[in-house]
């Protein structure tokens, strides 16, 4: 599967479509033996470019073994991939265990976006963590924006980056293309 994406990733790109691809790790795959080592030599075996590689691994994965994760995220940030925490404030990931692993990316889960704007709790915790997220110099991304005033008030909050049925529903390898050309001659107009 993962070959399969850095594959299709290459070919965007020589299509001239320089997207960035984010992969979900799974918690049985980040278990083995030579993780980092296997996921790292398929990316580069692909020839793309470590700037298009975001790897996710859930906030709940990280708090397992924390020691073996922590070897992880360092083995794929010293290959230059940057990382994703997903599902950021449903697991039990301590401050401190956060400042220490070299994440690039926090990723508000969509339970504390479903409430935004008006759930005071799902207010103070989405604010909290954006300005969490820029303190540490982290980008933040609200998983499961579905509508247009969940995405205005995300951005009146600092939240630069989303993902959710606002923006597309799930598409095909070769919808993504037509949408990337069709986006930038919406932009260029």
């Not at 692909?46 to 994760?69: A, F």
């Not at 956060?98 to 889960?109: A, C, H, N, R, V």
């Not at 579905?146 to 205005?152: F, H, I, L, S």
Request: one cysteine or more.
């Amino acid at each position: 599967m993962l070959d399969q994406a850095f594959r299709q990733t290459r070919a965007w790109h020589e299509a001239g479509v320089p997207l960035k691809v984010a992969v979900n790790l799974s918690a049985r795959q980040l278990w083995h033996s030579g993780v980092a080592d296997r996921i790292v030599e398929v990316i580069e075996r692909t020839g793309v470019d470590s700037r298009y590689v975001e790897l996710e691994i859930t906030e709940s994965v990280m708090g397992q073994d924390p020691q073996h994760m922590e070897s992880v995220v360092q083995s794929f940030h010293t290959a230059g991939y940057s990382i994703a925490l997903d599902d950021f404030g449903t697991g039990y990931s301590s401050l401190s265990r956060l400042k220490s692993l070299p994440i690039d990316t926090l990723k508000i889960d969509r339970s504390f976006v479903d409430g935004v704007p008006g759930d005071n709790d799902d207010d103070a915790i989405v604010v909290a963590t954006v300005q969490l997220a820029h303190s540490l110099g982290l980008r933040s991304l609200a998983e499961g924006i579905e509508t247009q005033a969940q995405c205005d008030w995300l951005r009146a909050q600092g939240c630069r980056y989303g993902q959710g049925f606002l923006f597309s529903k799930p598409v095909t390898a070769e919808e993504i293309a037509d949408l990337y050309f069709r986006e930038a001659l919406c932009r260029d107009a």
